[in-house]
């Protein structure tokens, strides 16, 4: 008997990337034949930290191809990047399938694209290939996509999506409020790379969800109720975590240092403060330092994740230097790693509280395992996903910037403190785990049940 066979193409950054990967087991789990398209670059990290035990299925086999990017461009330079890959992908992509249609026995019947590779769904209708568009993030960022005519008509933003006013603005009154400056695409970088962004992801974005068969979201309905019931075309499957199906989690750039876990036994039940800014975040070295004294004020156990050498796109060029005297002083009481197995720690009964930049994987591990949040966004979607912490579930606390833009060593300290002695944030994120969890279970509405539509539409049932 022959298996539907389906493509899945992630965009190239590491919280993309493990989503798509995660619904990738959920397919092959359920009979689905899958090949998994990194670019180049990508798919070299991920295999270079793969180890055989990871390997998900006899059903999914991992490709790539390129970027074009060539080793003299700057990989930093995500405007760049972005033009690139939109101009050369799309032949690349269209050679490798129909490469894949002529040696295999089964020809690619789907494609499943991940919403900042809009491109993709042009080779899908050239081709003549259902598409599914796949949100790695909120549903509120997909909503905010396919609402980018009405930000237009309102004037909340110029063609270039730059914002018009800083007015606050709820697409639906079940939605949280957002600042137009906040928007993922303008806070990115410069003002050309915010354009680019613009232009390719969240115009093609757009285009594609429309064109789309399906739309599927790395979310629950009980999280983002508001978004959903908006646009009732985007589907919730989430959480898509390994730790749901007893499984380790695939697609990492780096190799985990699973000593972590050894250190976390030998703590306190809910005293630890766990630090970790996910992939691309960067710190200056005045800010590193306040962060390690910060941490060292709480008189707290601590597990820093400071991560070293690149990240995604972005080159770390920082060596940070710890304050003199520091690793002495805090000793055992700290523990800091290059790259920690976070769904595992997050789960672990030593863990109190996550201090993290509130990137939507980050934020749905969190959730799922009821901890509370110090909330640190970075750029992008972080700043509604810190919003939904704070505001809308009430699960966390958002650190402050003083007026030279340091988060400094007092206010962690006084947040730490906050946080930690506050019992209705406490009962809010175990309540919230609690619907995170019963979203997986069988059922109408659900996760799992859109999750397996999806599969049986795919197979053709």
Same mark, same amino acid.
């Given at each position: 008997?022959?298996?539907?066979?389906?493509?899945?193409?992630?965009?190239?950054?590491?919280?993309?990337?493990?989503?798509?990967?995660?619904?990738?087991?959920?397919?092959?789990?359920?009979?689905?034949?899958?090949?998994?398209?990194?670019?180049?670059?990508?798919?070299?990290? @991920?295999?270079?930290?793969?180890?055989?035990?990871?390997?998900?299925?006899?059903?999914?086999?991992?490709?790539?191809?390129?970027? =074009?990017?060539?080793?003299?461009?700057?990989?930093?330079?995500? =405007?760049?990047?972005?033009?690139?890959?939109?101009?050369?992908?799309?032949?690349?992509?269209?050679?490798?399938?129909?490469?894949?249609?002529?040696?295999?026995?089964?020809?690619?019947?789907?494609?499943?694209?991940?919403?900042?590779?809009?491109?993709?769904?042009?080779?899908?209708?050239?081709? +003549?290939?259902?598409?599914?568009?796949?949100?790695?993030?909120?549903?509120?960022?997909?909503?905010?996509?396919?609402?980018?005519? $009405?930000?237009?008509?309102?004037?909340?933003?110029?063609?270039? +999506?730059?914002?018009?006013?800083?007015?606050?603005?709820?697409?639906?009154?079940?939605?949280?409020?957002?600042?137009? &400056?906040?928007?993922?695409?303008?806070?990115?970088?410069? *003002?050309?790379?915010?354009?680019?962004?613009?232009?390719?992801? @969240?115009?093609?974005?757009?285009? &594609?969800?429309?064109?789309?068969?399906?739309?599927?979201?790395?979310?629950?309905?009980?999280?983002?109720?508001?978004?959903?019931?908006?646009?009732?075309?985007?589907?919730?499957?989430?959480?898509?975590?390994?730790?749901?199906?007893?499984?380790?989690?695939?697609?990492?750039?780096?190799?985990?240092?699973?000593?972590?876990?050894?250190?976390?036994?030998?703590?306190?039940?809910?005293?630890?403060?766990?630090?970790?800014?996910?992939?691309?975040?960067?710190?200056?070295?005045?800010?590193?330092?306040?962060?390690?004294? +910060?941490?060292?004020?709480?008189?707290?156990?601590?597990?820093?994740?400071?991560?070293? =050498?690149? *990240?995604?796109?972005?080159?770390?060029?920082?060596?940070?230097?710890?304050?003199?005297?520091?690793?002495?002083?805090? +000793?055992?009481?700290?523990?800091?790693?290059?790259? &920690?197995?976070?769904?595992?720690?997050? $789960?672990?009964?030593?863990?109190?509280?996550?201090?993290?930049?509130?990137?939507?994987?980050?934020?749905?591990?969190?959730?799922?395992?009821?901890?509370?949040?110090?909330?640190?966004?970075?750029?992008?979607?972080?700043?509604?996903?810190?919003?939904?912490?704070?505001?809308?579930?009430?699960?966390?606390?958002?650190?402050?910037?003083?007026?030279?833009? @340091?988060?400094?060593?007092?206010?962690?300290? *006084?947040?730490?403190?906050?946080?930690?002695?506050?019992?209705?944030?406490?009962?809010?994120?175990?309540?919230?785990?609690?619907?995170? @969890?019963? *979203?997986?279970?069988?059922?109408?509405?659900?996760?799992?049940?859109?999750?397996?539509?999806?599969?049986?539409?795919?197979?053709?049932?």
């Amino acid at each position: 008997m022959k298996n539907t066979h389906v493509l899945l193409i992630p965009y190239p950054a590491q919280g993309h990337v493990i989503p798509l990967m995660e619904a990738s087991r959920c397919f092959t789990n359920n009979g689905l034949k899958v090949t998994f398209v990194n670019t180049e670059a990508t798919h070299k990290r @991920i295999m270079s930290s793969w180890s055989k035990e990871n390997d998900p299925s006899d059903l999914m086999q991992m490709v790539s191809i390129p970027d =074009g990017m060539g080793p003299q461009d700057n990989g930093n330079d995500i =405007g760049k990047k972005i033009e690139t890959m939109f101009r050369f992908m799309p032949n690349k992509l269209e050679e490798l399938i129909n490469g894949i249609n002529k040696t295999h026995d089964e020809d690619i019947t789907c494609i499943v694209a991940d919403y900042c590779m809009g491109w993709v769904s042009k080779v899908a209708q050239k081709m +003549g290939i259902r598409l599914v568009t796949f949100c790695s993030g909120p549903a509120a960022v997909m909503a905010l996509i396919m609402s980018i005519q $009405k930000l237009l008509d309102d004037r909340v933003i110029d063609v270039n +999506g730059v914002p018009l006013n800083n007015q606050m603005i709820q697409l639906s009154t079940n939605m949280p409020p957002m600042t137009p &400056a906040h928007f993922f695409w303008s806070s990115i970088g410069d *003002s050309a790379t915010n354009k680019i962004v613009f232009e390719n992801t @969240i115009v093609g974005g757009k285009e &594609a969800a429309e064109t789309a068969d399906r739309i599927i979201c790395n979310s629950v309905m009980e999280l983002e109720a508001g978004a959903f019931t908006l646009f009732p075309k985007i589907l919730p499957i989430g959480p898509l975590l390994a730790t749901n199906r007893f499984t380790k989690q695939i697609g990492h750039f780096w190799n985990e240092d699973s000593s972590c876990l050894t250190w976390l036994d030998q703590q306190p039940v809910c005293s630890v403060i766990y630090v970790a800014f996910g992939s691309i975040t960067i710190f200056n070295q005045a800010q590193f330092e306040e962060l390690a004294l +910060g941490l060292e004020l709480t008189n707290r156990p601590f597990l820093w994740v400071v991560r070293s =050498g690149t *990240s995604g796109s972005i080159i770390d060029h920082n060596k940070y230097v710890y304050p003199s005297g520091y690793i002495e002083r805090v +000793g055992t009481r700290g523990k800091m790693v290059s790259w &920690a197995p976070q769904q595992e720690v997050l $789960k672990h009964p030593s863990v109190a509280c996550f201090m993290s930049h509130c990137g939507w994987n980050s934020t749905m591990e969190g959730v799922s395992n009821g901890v509370r949040f110090l909330c640190w966004p970075y750029f992008a979607d972080q700043f509604l996903n810190a919003n939904y912490i704070c505001d809308i579930w009430k699960i966390g606390l958002g650190l402050k910037k003083d007026d030279k833009g @340091i988060v400094t060593r007092v206010e962690i300290k *006084s947040k730490v403190e906050e946080l930690l002695s506050n019992n209705i944030l406490k009962v809010n994120a175990l309540t919230l785990q609690e619907k995170v @969890i019963n *979203s997986l279970q069988e059922g109408n509405n659900t996760s799992n049940k859109n999750l397996t539509d999806v599969i049986d539409w795919i197979k053709g049932d």
